[in-house]
């Protein structure tokens, strides 16, 4: 028998301390470079996007990656990139964890959509306001004073 899944995960990590490095001006240049390790991967990126202090992925996993190696290669692979390519000054990593949330596929339009619309999003909330009730909103416990 074949594998065969559709899981859709929304994945969203923060810049180390949540400094503000993520400058606009290069951000599509380390969108792409996403996509394109996710391309590689076999997963199907339909989202990228972030802001200053932390971004947001809207994909599918291929059956045979494990969501915390992808996250794992992704932070390391992009710290090269970003170092190599000078894009972020004041970014010296990410933050140790991530979020991981499985959505339906129904759910894909909205998400996208959010995740499209993070500048004009966080304008009116904070990341971590928005993390707390993406953990509320999936029933994850978890201890406020972690996250930083």
């Keep these: 028998m074949s594998t065969y899944t559709q899981i859709l995960y929304h994945i969203t990590f923060a810049t180390k301390q949540r400094r503000h490095a993520l400058k606009k001006e290069n951000r599509t240049k380390l969108f792409k470079y996403i996509w394109g390790l996710l391309e590689n991967k076999n997963c199907h990126l339909y989202r990228v996007n972030g802001v200053e202090e932390h971004l947001h992925i809207v994909t599918h996993l291929h059956p045979t990656i494990a969501l915390s190696d992808l996250i794992k290669d992704i932070k390391l692979s992009t710290i090269q990139f970003i170092k190599s390519e000078k894009l972020f000054p004041n970014f010296d990593g990410w933050q140790e964890g991530y979020g991981a949330f499985t ?3 129904s759910d894909k339009d909205r998400l996208i959509e ?11 909330v904070s990341f971590k306001e928005e993390y707390i009730k ?12 972690f996250l930083i």
Excluded: G, R
């Design 134 to 145: 993406l953990l509320k909103e999936h029933k994850i416990d978890f201890n406020e004073k």
């Design 103 to 105: 959505h339906s596929l």
């Design 114 to 124: 959010y995740v499209k619309n993070q500048e004009e999003h966080h304008m009116k």
